[in-house]
């Protein structure tokens, strides 16, 4: 019920930063599930970061402290905000929401992160 493209990916070197953006097609405001995941080579995808409707944000342990992530329901857009990227950061992002109970969720088409020197 939501198309999501992300953007704001590319190559950084590390300690360095990037901010991805989740552009959502419908509004977010009500989304039961809305989060940020990445995908490494020869990985399972991962989950990285949560918000929910009311903003409580919770992070994976290896991104806490580094990774903020962000929303925004006037734009409807969600941010991650990544800094002090490590080499281990690299992977595909992707955007998730899922709008309400009893429907399936949507992903973005991923933007890739490289940390590299």
């Known amino acids: 019920q939501v198309v999501l493209v992300e953007s704001g990916g590319g190559l950084v070197q590390p300690g360095g930063s990037l901010r991805l953006s989740c552009a959502a097609s419908r509004n977010i405001f009500s989304a039961v599930a809305m989060g940020w995941y990445r995908q490494a080579p020869g990985k399972q995808r991962e989950l990285v970061a949560t918000i929910t409707s009311r903003g409580g944000t919770s992070y994976a342990d290896f991104v806490k402290g580094r990774f903020t992530i962000s929303r925004d329901n006037v734009k409807n857009t969600m941010y991650l905000q990544m800094n002090s990227l490590k080499p281990e950061d690299t992977a595909v992002y992707y955007c998730?929401?899922?709008?309400?109970?009893?429907?399936?969720?949507?992903w973005g088409q991923g933007t890739q992160v490289t940390v590299s020197s």
């Open positions: 998730y929401c899922r709008l309400g109970i009893g429907v399936e969720g949507d």
